[in-house]
């Protein structure tokens, strides 16, 4: 490999102050294992270094070596350097950060731009695919069994266990090299797969009640209100992933889940592709962002009614953009 030179590498060689690495809010693997990874790295090469989050860590990603160490944002200290991981900006994370410099490694198309430390790859499968590269350069003899174990736990969800279109040659290369510096596959697919509740359980039935297919089929979507959360005592990060239920129903195209989040009186859409549909560009058309393949959004409304009328006129959109059902004008015509 031809040697190259990742800036952000060299302001994190530099760096004498404190240090912090910050997942967005709601974590999921990805922008956790990054944090981790790069946390535990610093740590050994004897940074200053704090990982943070808003949100307590979620019980299926308790396992990740180094999870209890995270600190909870926002916090009084004031920070010399804070890098945002897995993230299209820092106004993902949910809460305030002090800080000098401000930096931000992702693999999300568009997003905030902090300057030349920025190290965003929209390619790359998953963050932790970043990192890695970017502690490869730096020192890969100090990439350890836990880091290695943050990386992979990334690298495997991004890619929904090495199935979705974003799995490459490339993928399986990088899989091979993290389980080769001490990640377990099956022990990372049990911790994600079978550590569910009972509880999660009686949550899905019900939010599998309310599937609905519209566009003949092309789009399925799920509506998660949160008295279901109150009834089947989960909370809110239990709804993490249940967008892939409308997803895997043949012929269907692009998937939704709509979650009520009244907390902050918006309905939070998450928005899946199966590779036709461009669903970042729909996810932005109504205030959010995303990849090709997996997108998200806040929806402002006034009911459930106005949420999913805005949501499904953006999904229709994207139809019409795709060519895959024709504009309602010549429709009617
Ligand atoms: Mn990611």
Known sequence: MMEKSIPIIELLKEEKGPILIASHENPDADTLGSALALYLFLKKKGKEVYVGCKDRVPHFL???????????????????LAVVVDASGFYRLGAEVKTFKRARIDHHVGGDFYGIWDYIDPDAPSTTALIYRLLCEWDRTAIDEDIAENLYAGLATDT?????????????????????????PNRTYVMFAERESINKMRLISKVLDTITLHEDGLVAGISIFDRFFAETGCEYSDSEGLVNYPRSIEGVEVAYAIIEKPDEQVWKVSLRSKGKVDVAKIAESLGGGGHKYASGCKIRANSYEEAMHKLLSAIREGLEREGLIKEAVSQTA
């Open 62 to 80: 308790d396992f990740l070596p180094g999870a209890e160490e995270v600190i909870r944002l926002p916090v009084d200290k004031v920070f010399s």
């Open 160 to 184: 929904g266990f090495f199935k979705y279109s974003n799995t490459t040659a490339e993928t399986f290369e990088l899989a091979k090299e993290l389980v080769e510096l001490g990640a377990k």
